[in-house]
């Protein structure tokens, strides 16, 4: 069973910057969308950032300009950095992986792994 292992989290004032990492425990083949999600106190979880297999990325509005996603198919391995924080980027967030054939039963990729997370908590 791949495991998603995310790093990087920790305390920050605002205006720091920090840089998640998440690397899969085995290769993954057909690695598909990576992405990083949060989920802060009391909210629903919301997606910050994905990168698609062809590296196109989309980010949430909120994070635009400040935070950037990256990949590196070779270590299964995607990145979030994030410059310029705020108190409400304080979340825990979790590394997503989706890889494998499509599948129309799931309307999705056949595999979807997540993380456990890393905490990052912000003060003003």
């Known amino acids: 069973q791949v495991q998603l292992v995310e790093s990087g989290g920790g305390l920050a004032q605002a205006g720091w910057s920090l840089r998640l990492s998440c690397v899969a425990s085995?290769?993954?083949?057909?690695?598909?969308?990576m992405a990083w999600y949060r989920q802060g106190p009391g909210k629903q979880r919301e997606l910050v950032a994905a990168i698609n297999s062809a590296g196109g990325t989309n980010y949430a509005d909120s994070v635009q300009g400040r935070f950037t996603i990256s990949r590196d198919n070779a270590k299964n391995a995607v990145y979030l950095q994030m410059n310029n924080l705020k108190p409400e980027d304080t979340a825990l967030y979790l590394c997503n992986v989706q890889a494998g054939d499509y599948s129309p039963s799931y309307e999705g990729w056949e595999y979807d792994y997540w993380g456990q997370g890393t905490q990052v908590t912000v003060s003003s």
């Open positions: 085995e290769s993954i083949v057909k690695l598909r969308s």
